[in-house]
Nanobody, 124 residues
Framework: QVQLVESGGGLVQAGGSLRLSCAAS????????MGWYRQTPGKQRELVAN???????NYADSVKGRFTISRDNAKNTGFLQMDSLKPEDTAVYYC??????????????????WGQGTQVTVSS
């Protein structure tokens, strides 16, 4: 019922910037919290940042002051602006959205959805 498509990953030198996007589509009634996570081989997926429907944000200590999460509710899209990138930021980045979606004309359900992931590589 809902799809999340990420874009914006790539290769960048240390100190550079990237902007990730996460576009949600489908029978969406509303998007509640949105978040960005990252994962490296052999490690658990970790929270990078999240943002509530009202715009409250939360960041991992490792990215505070460098990354900014935002969202465009009208377009059902979330963003992660990543500045001052470090080699240790290299990972596959995933977006996650808590979505209320329509199942019938007036009925809805709520579930978490994940994007497919986008690779971010920061060279030293």
């Amino acid at each position: 019922q809902v799809q999340l498509v990420e874009s914006g990953g790539g290769l960048v030198q240390a100190g550079g910037s990237l902007r990730l996007s996460c576009a949600a589509s489908g029978r969406i009634r509303s998007i509640n919290a949105m978040g960005w996570y990252r994962q490296t081989p052999g490690k658990q997926r970790e929270l990078v940042a999240n943002i509530s429907s009202s715009g409250s944000t939360n960041y991992a200590d490792s990215v505070k002051g460098r990354f900014t999460i935002s969202r465009d509710n009208a377009k059902n899209t979330g963003f992660l602006q990543m500045d001052s990138l470090k080699p240790e930021d290299t990972a596959v980045y995933y977006c996650k959205a808590d979505v209320t979606y329509f199942i019938l004309l007036s009925s809805s359900r709520r579930a978490d959805y994940w994007g497919q992931g986008t690779q971010v590589t920061v060279s030293s």
